[in-house]
């Protein structure tokens, strides 16, 4: 079976209303390819391993979380932007790519998605355009929640604790680079706050303040809510979808 290119987007914008928010960069179809779609590739960011891996897979269309084009980015083709629009050109690839509406979706989207596969249901939103995710959760020391993370994202966490942290009872999280919501997680009433990166102010507030901040990775917290969302769009329209997993220290 196959869907058009105009369906998909309007199947994508129906699902993530990338109207309520003001993004970083473009969301929706940021390079036209084929009319007819069969198959779709959805991944975290539209790097060239991802666009090359998807022509392998037969893609007509890839879905990702980073597109091409951010706010502040040089406009120029050239370089790693020339080879990777040139190969989704060459094979004629639609580019779909949902930033902060795929971060926000309640069900489907990167925080939402990162609370499922960690056990955590959030009650209460928080932060700059309400990004940010809280729930309680079971009791546990901050060791022990870093413990948990390390296990269900298979990668080392970065943990920012006080010599006294509070046992933490509510936790907050917010995906890739949200560190600078830390202190609005503070605000919120989180023990713990998880996200993917963090810089150098992060480690002194948590131990003035016993809040305990983990980074699981930018790309590890991230790679959930792309196939989540792009494998409900396929079974809506009747193509097939694969997910590709770029792996990324980062």
């Given at each position: 079976m196959t869907t058009t290119r105009q369906d998909m987007l309007q199947a994508f914008n129906t699902l993530l209303q990338p109207e309520r928010f003001k993004d970083y960069g473009p969301n929706g179809l940021q390079v036209e390819g084929k009319t007819e779609i069969r198959k779709l590739v959805s991944?975290?960011?539209a790097s060239r391993a991802l666009i090359d891996a998807a022509i392998a897979a037969g893609a007509d269309a890839?879905?990702?979380?980073?597109?091409?084009?951010?706010?502040g980015y040089d406009g120029r083709i050239t370089g790693w932007m020339k080879q990777r629009i040139e190969r989704l050109i060459k094979h004629d690839i639609n580019l779909f790519a949902y930033h902060l509406p795929l971060d926000a979706h309640p069900e489907l989207g990167n925080n939402a998605?990162?609370?499922v596969h960690l056990g955590w249901q959030a009650d209460g939103r928080f932060g700059e355009q309400d990004l940010g995710f809280i729930g309680s959760i079971p009791e546990a020391s901050a060791q022990q929640i870093a413990a948990q993370i390390q296990q269900a994202l298979g990668r080392s966490v970065t943990l920012a604790t006080s010599e006294n942290p509070r046992p933490i009872r509510r936790m907050?999280?917010?995906?890739?680079?949200?560190?600078?919501?830390?202190?609005?997680?503070?605000?919120a009433g989180?023990?713990?706050?998880?996200?993917?990166?963090?810089?150098?102010?992060?480690?002194?507030?948590?131990?003035?303040?016993?809040?305990?901040?983990?980074?699981?990775g930018h790309h590890a917290t991230e790679r959930y809510g792309a196939p989540a969302v792009a494998a409900l769009v396929a079974q809506q329209l009747g193509v097939v979808h694969e997910f590709i997993d770029i792996d990324n220290p980062a």
């Open positions: 991944g975290v960011t890839i879905f990702v979380h980073h597109g091409l084009f951010w706010r998605q990162l609370g907050a999280w917010c995906t890739g680079g949200a560190q600078s919501f830390f202190e609005a997680a503070i605000a989180a023990d713990g706050f998880l996200t993917g990166e963090i810089s150098e102010p992060q480690a002194h507030l948590a131990r003035e303040t016993g809040v305990s901040f983990f980074a699981g």
